[in-house]
């Protein structure tokens, strides 16, 4: 009950015009999700709209907690809890933010990370219903494409752990799920083969290496054979 009555405080508190009042209001919210999965089942319904808000915030440190606490909640694979009104939502705020979050900005890693905890914590079954919102893999996949250049290793790493988690996904799913992929599998190769020369550290070649030999497995031997 204690711990339901600070959660209740904390939203009201993120309900607030002041942005360092909503960021820590969210960092305390992040906590209490990561500790607590017990009250997911009741808390999230609760918390998942005014954390999509925050999504949109005008603030990064604002957008980045709020990415971070619905990563604590993929952690917990408490991420269908969202439903199917509210993660096709979600999805398309992530694929959103991509297009427009400035470099520099402070959301990218927590939204890239975000994007492959719910790659490999949902069934790939459940992105199905974000293109069946009229989102198309081939046009927002490219998007991650920057963050493989970025002059950040840290972005540069997460940016390539989403794609690796992407490609896992769809390599788990089964012939005739993955025609996204066909048309994209000739650059996302050229731009990992690439990455994983010119990274200086091993930590990233390696991460590069392994979202490249990820794109190979989840590919046809026909759509190889093409790029």
Not at 109 to 124: I, N
Not at 137 to 163: I, K, N, S, T
Not at 168 to 195: K, T
């Amino acid at each position: 009950a204690a711990a339901a009555r600070v959660a209740d405080a904390l939203l009201t508190m993120q309900a607030t015009r002041v942005w360092e009042v909503r960021h820590r209001a969210l960092l305390g919210l992040r906590r209490l999700l990561g500790a607590r999965a017990d009250l997911l089942p009741s808390l999230l319904p609760r918390a998942a709209p005014p954390l999509l808000d925050a999504l949109l915030d005008d603030d990064d440190d604002v957008r980045a907690a709020s990415a971070e606490c619905f990563a604590a909640v993929a952690a917990h694979g408490a991420a269908p809890l969202l439903g199917d009104a509210l993660l096709p939502r979600l999805l398309g705020l992530l694929w959103d933010a991509l297009r427009d979050v400035d470099e520099l900005s402070a959301a990218a890693v927590p939204v890239l990370d975000l994007l492959a905890a719910l790659a490999a914590a949902l069934p790939y079954a459940a992105f199905a219903a974000f293109t069946a919102g009229g989102g198309r893999f081939e046009a927002v996949v490219p998007r991650l494409w920057r963050f493989v250049h970025h002059p950040g290793a840290a972005v540069r790493a997460a940016a390539m752990g989403a794609l690796r988690a992407l490609l896992a996904a769809a390599a788990g799913a089964g012939d005739g799920r993955i025609a996204w992929l066909d048309a994209l599998l000739p650059s996302a190769l050229a731009l990992l083969l690439h990455a994983a020369v010119v990274e200086e550290t091993s930590e990233l070649q390696q991460a590069a290496l392994g979202a490249w030999a990820q794109a190979l497995a989840a590919s046809p031997a026909a759509a190889l054979a093409a790029a």
